[in-house]
Nanobody
């Protein structure tokens, strides 16, 4: 059974940094893309960043480009999102996801974590 477990969320002041991690288990993700999505209250879940598990090519939403960095560690089977220069509008529940797709649509991803709250105070 596939499990994605996020950690690392919390409260931070604007301009600060947080590092989210996602521990993946239950299958091989060799042909998969791993992604981070977020959902703010009253809004739809949106794409944040994506990385191919094997090749490591990354893609970012314009809103986070230059501030966030997605990476993966094969040995530890973990996905990481380093978030710098955080803004209040980054406040959301952040989700780790996996799917055999290059799509940026949440509906295209098969597996999801439970989410971790990120709150950026102004």
């Amino acid at each position: 059974q596939v499990q994605l477990v996020e950690s690392g969320g919390g409260l931070v002041q604007a301009g600060g940094s947080l590092r989210l991690s996602c521990a993946a288990s239950g299958r091989t993700f060799r042909s998969y893309y791993m992604g981070w999505f977020r959902q703010a209250p009253g809004k739809e879940r949106e794409f944040v960043a994506r990385i191919s598990w094997i090749g490591g090519s990354a893609y970012y939403a314009d809103s986070v480009k230059g501030r966030f960095t997605i990476s993966r560690d094969h040995a530890k089977n973990t996905l990481t999102l380093q978030m710098n220069s955080l803004k209040p509008e980054d406040t959301a529940v952040y989700y780790c996801a996996a799917g055999a797709t290059t799509s940026l649509s949440p509906g295209a991803y098969n597996y999801w974590g439970q989410g971790t709250q990120v709150t950026v105070a102004s």
